[in-house]
Every structure is written in structure tokens, then in C-alpha cells.
Antibody, heavy 120, light 109 residues
């Protein structure tokens, strides 16, 4: 059974930093592109970032480019999101999601999310 | 940036009825469109990818159609567990992750 379990979400002040983690199991982690997708409270979905199977390619939404860094450790079946210079508008539930194949950016498995609150 | 518009915002139907949800793109996305279902307190669930392909384990009552700028998700006969919010998502700006529509809420009439 595929499982994605996010952690690391907390309350942080504007300008602060945070690292999210996602532990994957139930599939061959290093075969797949992985993504972060977020959802502000009561709002819709926003794709944040992706990383290729080997970590060699990364892409970001314009809203987080230059502030967030995605990475992965295939030896630990883990995905990460380093979030710097946080803004109030980054407040959201952050989901880790698995790509269905390649860079399709169709997400066939999702974690339950970890809540990041940026507030003074 | 490609903008997705979903209609209606809310669809009130009874179990057993047919649901037809629309997603329109501001420019062509070819067939690079997916549909997701989200229930309160849960993560989204992939239903349809590439406009018409059902994801693994998705019941046959869910079907997708369309190409270019106009797409439809049809639920042939609503089950009680189908009342939820449905999002469309385009991925034509590969390799970026695409954009989502604002959602259609299907609620019980």
C-alpha cells in the first residue's frame, strides 16, 4: 500500500524558515517524480514544486521561486521542502504527492498534509 | 498563465442522478487535464488523467471527456460517497506542475 506521511508543519513568524519532510513507502520511491502541492485554509489547490526521480531536475511555482528548495534522499525514501523567507500567504496545508508517471504532473497518491501557519 | 474556470460553482443533486461538471481553459491544454475529488478533511483523490483515463481503482461511473479548452466530468449515477468538491487541473505548461480550477461542490439536494 502506497503511503505518504508529511511532517514538520508548525507556526512560524513571517521571515522565518521551516523544513517539511515526507516519508514514502509502498512503492519504488526512486522511480518517480515527486511534488509538493498546497492548499490555503478554505481555498483551492496550488502546485508548489517538483523534483525528478534522481533529484537532478527541480521546478517551482513563481510564488515560491527563490525562497523554497525541494530535495529528496532516495536512500531514505524521503522528500523535503526547505521554506525560507516565509510570508503570511504561505499559510497552507502542504501535501506531498506522487506523480503517476514521468513528469506527467498528475498526482495519483497524496499524503494527508502538514499545516504551516505563518503568523506573528 | 492558463486559467481554468469550473461551472457550476455548486451542483445540488440527489443520489442516483447524473452529474455533469464543466472545466474551461483560457487557452488550449490539449488533453492534459485531470480531475480530482476532495472530501472534507481529506487529501484530493485522482479520478481522471489526460482528459479521459480513469485512475486505478476509480469506479466506471466516473468518466471524463473533452480536449482543447472544454472538458467535462460526468458521474453517471451519484452514490452517497460522491458528494464532494471536484477540481480540474491542467498540466500543459510541462514540466511545471500546472494549475487547478476553483472547484465545483456537488452537494445533496
Amino acid at each position: 500500500e502506497v503511503q505518504l506521511v508529511e511532517s514538520g508543519g508548525v507556526v512560524v513568524q513571517p521571515g522565518g524558515s521551516l523544513r517539511l519532510s515526507c516519508a514514502a513507502s509502498g512503492f519504488t520511491f526512486d522511480d518517480y517524480t515527486m511534488h509538493w502541492v498546497r492548499q490555503a485554509p478554505g481555498k483551492g489547490l496550488e502546485w508548489v514544486s517538483l523534483i525528478s526521480w534522481d533529484g537532478g531536475s527541480t521546478y517551482y511555482a513563481d510564488s515560491v521561486k527563490g525562497r523554497f528548495t525541494i530535495s529528496r534522499d532516495n536512500s531514505k525514501n524521503s522528500l523535503y521542502l526547505q521554506m525560507n523567507s516565509l510570508r503570511t500567504e504561505d499559510t497552507a496545508l502542504y501535501y506531498c504527492a506522487k506523480d503517476i508517471i514521468g513528469y506527467s504532473s498528475s498526482f495519483d497518491y497524496w499524503g494527508q498534509g502538514t499545516l504551516v501557519t505563518v503568523s506573528s | 498563465e492558463i486559467v481554468l474556470t469550473q461551472s457550476p460553482a455548486t451542483l445540488s443533486l440527489s443520489p442516483g442522478e447524473r452529474a455533469t461538471l464543466s472545466c474551461r481553459a483560457s487557452q488550449s491544454v490539449s488533453s492534459y487535464l485531470a480531475w480530482y475529488q476532495q472530501k472534507p478533511g481529506q487529501a484530493p483523490r485522482l479520478l481522471i488523467y489526460d482528459a479521459s483515463n480513469r485512475a486505478t481503482g476509480i469506479p466506471a461511473r466516473f468518466s471524463g471527456s473533452g480536449s482543447g479548452t472544454d472538458f467535462t466530468l460526468t458521474i453517471s449515477s451519484l452514490e452517497p460517497e460522491d458528494f464532494a468538491v471536484y477540481y480540474c487541473q491542467q498540466r500543459s505548461n510541462w514540466p511545471l506542475g500546472g494549475t487547478f480550477g476553483p472547484g465545483t461542490k456537488v452537494d445533496i439536494k
